[in-house]
């Protein structure tokens, strides 16, 4: 079936250093990709997606990469700063069907020690 | 900025109960979904809605579970004889329409079964 493997699941790096968040998915018709930050009894926001007809996109800090061939899809975080800590959840959908389900990976444990 | 709403932000009930779950999703929206977070854990699908119909719910959404858009503004989620392992966040999410996949999520309402 459907799945999203996320790795890893908790993820320690010092202030100012960079944090990678490697995601896998097994249905090649996926071809949104959303990322969401959730801190700790909140909802998840959407912070960054990307589509499949794109390898890479960028935002300030953030940037996903895809790699439909492998069906690898990863965050990096560049610069990180102590709100940067919280849990990253990668996903991913069939957009372009209707009301298509979000498929969640199980999550990453961001902390950033200062 | 529009946001999705949800009531209660908690919900306690006896076991053999039933819940409903409010959500106001942004009003421009025209795919409404409810996922579900058990405590520590990744955010797992339950059903997604559109044109007053379900369009797809998963294995978890069972005979217990309905949905209802009772009005052009709210969408519902009702649990008709809650199990303890009901316990959870359930959060709503909608989406603007096919090709703009982006779901954003509501606050969520917590729920404990006792």
């Known amino acids: 079936g459907e799945n999203v493997e996320q790795h890893p699941s908790t993820l320690s790096v010092q202030e100012g250093d960079s944090a990678v968040i490697k995601c896998t998915y097994s249905d090649s018709a996926s071809n949104y990709f959303p990322w969401y930050k959730q801190e700790l009894g909140k909802r998840p926001q959407l912070i960054i997606d990307i589509r499949s007809n794109v390898g890479e996109k960028k935002d300030q800090r953030i940037a996903v990469t895809l790699n439909k061939t492998a069906k690898h899809f990863s965050l990096h975080i560049t610069e990180t700063q102590p709100e940067d800590s919280a849990v990253y959840f990668c996903?991913?959908?069939?957009?372009?069907?209707?009301?298509?389900?979000?498929?969640f990976g199980s999550g990453t444990r961001l902390s950033i020690r200062p | 900025e529009p946001e999705v709403t949800q009531t209660p932000s908690h919900q306690v009930t006896q076991m053999g109960q039933e819940v409903i779950l409010r959500c106001v999703p942004i009003?421009?929206?025209?795919?409404f979904y409810w996922y579900r977070q058990i405590l520590g854990q990744k955010v797992e699908f339950l059903v997604s809605?559109?044109?007053?119909?379900?369009?797809?719910k998963s294995e978890i959404f069972d005979d217990q579970f309905s949905v209802e858009r009772p009005d052009g503004s709210n969408f519902t989620l009702k649990i008709r004889s809650t199990k303890l392992e009901d316990s959870a966040m359930y959060f709503c999410?909608?989406?603007?329409?096919?090709?703009?996949?982006?779901?954003?999520f509501g606050p969520g309402t917590r729920l404990t079964v006792l």
């Open positions: 999410a909608s989406s603007e329409n096919r090709e703009r996949n982006e779901q954003f």
């Open positions: 996903a991913a959908s069939k957009g372009y069907s209707s009301a298509s389900k979000i498929i």
């Open positions: 809605f559109y044109n007053n119909e379900i369009s797809e």
């Open positions: 009003s421009n929206h025209l795919y």
